[in-house]
């Protein structure tokens, strides 16, 4: 069975970085798209960002300058890598894997989310 793992959420100060890996295990990576999702107290679960299979990516507005989705297929891993950081990136990090529909990232399985918290 798909297994999703990630790393290296934590706390910073406002205008850090962090990078956070997920590795990706029980079935064929190489295929499959991969999803970052955020969730913050009393808000909805939001698609940060994808990547395609070939390497094609999408962020959320939110986002778009700071993170920086990528992924190495000999590692099985997707990362990303979040700078300038901001109070209201805090929120649970998932990663997912999953495919597409046309446009829009569609997720089947889901790692067991990484704090990230961004204290001002």
């Known amino acids: 069975q798909v297994q999703l793992v990630e790393s290296g959420g934590g706390s910073v100060q406002a205008g850090g970085s962090l990078r956070l890996s997920c590795l990706f295990s029980?079935?064929?990576?190489?295929?499959?798209?991969m999803g970052w999702y955020r969730q913050a107290p009393g808000k909805q679960r939001e698609l940060v960002a994808d990547?395609?299979?070939?390497?094609?990516?999408n962020y959320a507005d939110s986002v778009k300058g700071r993170f920086t989705i990528s992924r190495d297929n000999a590692k099985n891993t997707v990362y990303l890598q979040m700078n300038s950081l901001k109070p209201e990136d805090t929120a649970v990090y998932y990663c997912?894997?999953?495919?597409?529909?046309?446009?829009?990232?569609?997720?089947?399985?889901w790692g067991q989310g990484t704090q990230v918290t961004v204290s001002s």
């Open positions: 997912s894997s999953g495919y597409y529909s046309g446009k829009y990232y569609s997720p089947r399985y």
């Open positions: 029980g079935g064929i990576f190489s295929i499959n798209a």
């Open positions: 990547i395609r299979s070939g390497g094609s990516t």
